[in-house]
């Protein structure tokens, strides 16, 4: 089965590197136009950019900190002007913060990653469903983590940040639904990219790591990025108000392969 997204309009948000590059190009090669969205790196963005036109699709790039609701405001009336609306949202932008205990960490800090990972896919999804909704067609795909569901120390921000978006996806499908729109979730188990690269890059930690993963591999972003064509295609016509895990059964909780 082929699958198509000729003439969609995509946002891919955080789409300049990691998963949303990958992302962005895979939308492109099925045909979609796609809007790649970044906060620095110009470069990155343009060359993500080269490669979403040299896959076949149409792109431009779009700055704007997801984090503000006026440039989020902003970057969606640019869409409009450029495409007259928008089809699909892809949100995945997103910090996982410096490791910190609870009780030793900045709240500044904390706070920051709520906003980009929770009230920047919030944000997002507010602008696109103001549009689909009425246009009775589209899809919002929410990219979290497995730490949607598995505690990570030092991490409290983050997990709150993917289990909130987890649940925030579940009720904006319950409201979207009747609409003909769909809301989901993909979480990425532990992908190779820029934001892991002090485990991977480290052998000991990656040795941890792969203990923690059925499938004894890190993911690669195109393993994302297939899954997320599948998601925001009509060959997922059926799939909502829910969170596909991508994750090489690291949520299988593996030590449990042994004892209990
Ligand atoms: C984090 C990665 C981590 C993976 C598995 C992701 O959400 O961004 O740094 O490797 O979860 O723990």
Redesign the pocket.
Known sequence: MEIRLDGRRALVTGANSGIGAAIAEALGAAGARVAINYLAGDEAAEAVAGRVRAAGGEALTVKADVGSLDEVEEMFGKLDRAWGGIDVLVNNAGI?GARAEAWASDPAAWRKVIDVDLIGAYACARQALARMVPAGHGVVLTVT???EV?A?SGYSA?TAA?AGAGMMTRTLAQEAAPHGVRVLALA????KTD??RS?WSDPEALRD?LE?IPLNRLGEPEDVARMAVVLVSDVASYVTGTTVFVDGA?TDYPDFAHGG
């Not at 990425?188 to 992908?191: L, S, V």
């Open positions: 996982d983590s497995v730490h598995i990570w983050y993917k990425p188990g532990a992908i934001i892991n485990v790591l923690k690291m």
